[in-house]
């Protein structure tokens, strides 16, 4: 089982979050999720008004939490932003060796490589880990609790995920038979890192795939 470690920035994005946990459920998937207070409080401050919190959402689904760390100079990091340092910090101190976020740029790449932490785009993370029937499976969990549109696996795959985690639109795109795919965003960068995507085994080059994958 692989542990993943989620951002602040991911948790505050209902559609990413939502898949992201329905999908750590199933059986067939072999990742878990964690997040630390200190995410949890960067999520909350920027979370939209109205929004359910997300202690609320952590407390009824019983979603796991592990300790931050108290002292970061320890660490020893160098070009990660600081706002991300006491992420990367306590992934690292919990043996989570993924972070799922949109924010790829604030993790330095040296400090990456001296801790062997992988930073990752939830899209793409997603894109490696959910088996197709698990995809579909998932989309039809999450519409099951839906009251309003888009409400089917169909429309969400094309109207949300297609916008919201274009490398896991892209991968199960035909999934539901061919459509006429909507203009993707491009994002800048999805992936830093030494760890491969899909497995874990480490990455020779600069991709996200060992050359097993
Ligand atoms: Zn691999």
Redesign the pocket.
């Known amino acids: 089982m692989t542990l993943a470690f989620v951002d602040a920035c991911v948790l505050v994005t209902a559609l990413p979050r939502s898949i992201l946990y329905l999908a750590s459920a199933l059986e067939t998937t072999d990742y878990q999720l964690v997040y630390s207070p200190y995410v949890e409080d960067e999520a909350v401050k920027n979370q939209r008004p109205g929004t359910v919190p997300v202690t609320t959402l952590r407390t009824a689904l019983d979603w796991r939490v592990v300790p931050d760390v108290p002292d970061l100079a320890p660490f020893d990091f160098h070009d990660t932003d600081p706002k991300d340092r006491p992420v990367l910090a306590a992934a690292i101190a919990n043996h989570t060796p993924f972070i799922i976020t949109a924010n790829i740029k604030d993790f330095g790449t040296a400090d990456l490589k001296a801790h062997q932490m992988t930073v990752v785009h939830p899209g793409l993370w997603l894109a490696y880990r959910l088996a197709a029937s698990d995809y579909v499976e998932t989309l039809t969990r999450l519409c099951a609790k839906r009251q309003r549109d888009p409400k089917t696996p169909l429309a969400t795959h094309i109207q949300e995920v297609a916008v919201e985690l274009p490398d896991l639109f892209d991968r199960y795109r035909d999934i539901f038979g061919p459509i006429t795919p909507p203009l993707l965003p491009q994002l800048h960068e999805t992936y830093r890192g030494t760890s491969?995507?899909?497995?874990?085994?480490p990455?020779t080059g600069l991709g996200p795939?060992?050359?097993?994958?």
Not at 196 to 201: E, H, L
């Open positions: 491969c995507v899909a497995c874990g085994r990455v795939l060992c050359l097993n994958h």
